[in-house]
């Protein structure tokens, strides 16, 4: 590698990483929480379980009527409309109900309702409790919305350009080096920075797939938005005129008429008339498969909120469809605890990858005062009292 | 591609696709999916503690 391209590469990396360093830190620490949120939500006592049936019934537990279920839920909060009701796939006793002032409510009501008998189990906390909550919103969006999600994106963007150009920057470092050497007891700075060259290197593919899935999921109002205004728009043309549904139809009855045409599928969620995942007049009944793949993606039906006939069932589009598949890519939460426990190792090294690269910036020595770039340092043999980074830039 | 190349880059590469059969593994089943997941994705983790804990002998 030439002089000049080491000195630009460098460039590159300095700043894409001095620019994201401290939000991928902010990142990396509130993610760890995230990481474990079921087993801290359980800790908090914020965890939601189904009581116990009496045995003649647990044995082959009913099913109750969702209207039911719905119907539990409004009681506590008459005045408010339904937004959302979901499963867990692996709590099919629960259904998770939200009602708030409006389809868009930001402060909504989360209800948990007995999926046997249609009886409310408990009001959970809102996003798990204040502490998970603050976690994940400084996560997400930093408090600040749209515009907060689409600049963590932006920040991820650089992260990305920083870890590629580090890869381009990790070759000259190592021309004369084994792998996993760490230089000791000579200076702290080269020491930190041969382990920041091999935890970068060895954190490499899963830094930049939960970076590049990061993105993706900033994206995800923008393109619910794109598919709202394209498809669901599309599927609307037929309501042009309609007035919204003055009664509405009976949500049990729906739900098995989906089931109905989607066989061996199961419900994830149902998204009543007016929020971002159905429209004004629809109910979107969103369908899971039964594999460990298929439980991923989802499958839409939309029926008609006021007569209960479906209108309209297709595949997700592929930007949704790459969306849902980039979640579980980010969150490590489909392998179980061991794939928690790696993500949280992985997350670890991440943060000493950052937090040296910091330090090997902040400690750029007497050769950056000098007006050399310490990185690029050129050609002429390392003096003997300045070891660091001698190898680094030999041309080739 | 010679041996340099390969000392330098045989290790990064080895463990890129460790990691990425260990992402990739753990989305297309369970069970024995997510075991062959957690030794895959263990192999950075090992490799990253062991060369960066290891205190050499003087």
Redesign the interface.
Known sequence: MSNQSLRRWSWIHKWSSLVCTVFMLLLCLTGLPLIYHHEIGHLLGNDVEAPALAPELAANPPRANLDDVIAAGKALYPGKIMMYMSQEIDEPAIWNVTLGDHPNDEHYKPIAVDARTAKVITEPAFEGGAFMSTMLRLHVDLFAGLPGMLFLGFMGLLLIVAIVSGVVL??PF??KL?????R??RTKRLKWLD?HN??G??????AL?VGATGVVNTLADVLLKVWQATEIAAMLEPYKNAKPPERMASMDAAVKTAMAAEPGMQVAFVAFPGTPFASPHHYGVFMRGD???SS?LYKPVLIDAETGVITDHRDLPWYLTALL?SQ??HFGD???G??KF?WA??DL?TI?VLGSGLYLWVKRGRKAKAGVKDSVDAAQPAQPAQPALARTGESR | MNE?FM??????IL??IL??I??I??????GL??AV??LA??A??A??????LR??K?
């Open positions: 990790y070759a190592m021309r084994e792998f996993g050497t760490v000791e007891g382990l091999l935890l290197i060895v954190t490499l593919v899963w797939v594999q460990a793949f991923r598949i579980p890519l489909y392998g179980g061991w794939m790696l190792m992985l090294a000493a | 340099r000392a330098v880059w045989g290790m990064p463990l890129g990691t990425t260990g992402l593994s753990a989305l297309l089943g369970d999916w997510d997941s957690a994705l263990g950075p983790v490799v990253g503690g062991w060369f960066s205190r050499k003087h």
